[in-house]
């Protein structure tokens, strides 16, 4: 059976999106896969188209794509990021800017890569980031989105966070003690949610919005 999906993915090059272009890539459900970077995702593919654009510019792309389907894993960190104006813009602006397009092109599905504790009304700058963002892709996007709420995120980075790699370890030590309600704070292979998230599309289901917390991802994977 031919394949009849199209993809885009934003964010191709973080460590979710880099589990999630593979993914995308080796279904058979897809025909062609869109990543829009900023920076080459290193290799080539005969489904793999790539377009270059940022917060600035992606509007200009949107007569260049069509998708059944949009990805979006686009995120920095306060390391990268320190400016808070800069780490809003990349963390919720971009985010929102693809749901945007993806409505514009007309996408089905919006998927979305958000973090634990998001909360539109937290006193935390990056729980309410993330709450803000979720609130505005569900308004300007595609009516069916999911998204996706991990905690720590564990996999090889193509830098070392010497803080992460303490993380890594101590979550070793309590993950097993998270569980019912605590569960979703587990720690989780990025490996993990990229799969959870090309499975999720793989479902036929109606409008409206889902959350996904470690337990769904684990039954996903």
Known sequence: M????TAILFGATGLVG????????????????TAVVRHDVGFSHPKLTQLFADLQSVNDIKTQVVADDVFCCVGTTRKKTPDLKDYYRIDHDYPVAAARLAKAVGARTFVLVSAVGANAKSTNFYLRMKGETE?????????????????????????????????????????????????????????WV???????????????VRIYYWNDIRKLV
Not at 18 to 33: D, I
Not at 149 to 159: F, H, I, K, V, W
Not at 175 to 191: D, E
Request: glycine letters at 6%; zero cysteines; hydrophobic letters at 35%.
């Open 18 to 33: 880099g589990h999630l272009l593979r993914e995308l890539l080796n279904s058979s459900s897809y025909r062609t896969v």
């Open 135 to 191: 609130r505005d892709v569900v308004a300007e996007g595609p009516a069916h989105t999911h998204i996706f709420r991990p905690s720590l995120l564990t996999g090889n980075r193509a830098e070392k966070r010497w803080a992460e790699t303490l993380s890594t370890g101590f979550f070793k030590l309590i993950n097993p003690l998270l569980i019912r309600k605590l569960s979703k704070y587990r720690s989780v292979p990025a490996a």
């Open 2 to 5: 031919t394949a009849q999906k």
């Open 194 to 208: 990229a799969k959870a998230m090309y499975r999720v599309t793989e479902r036929e289901n109606g409008a409206g």
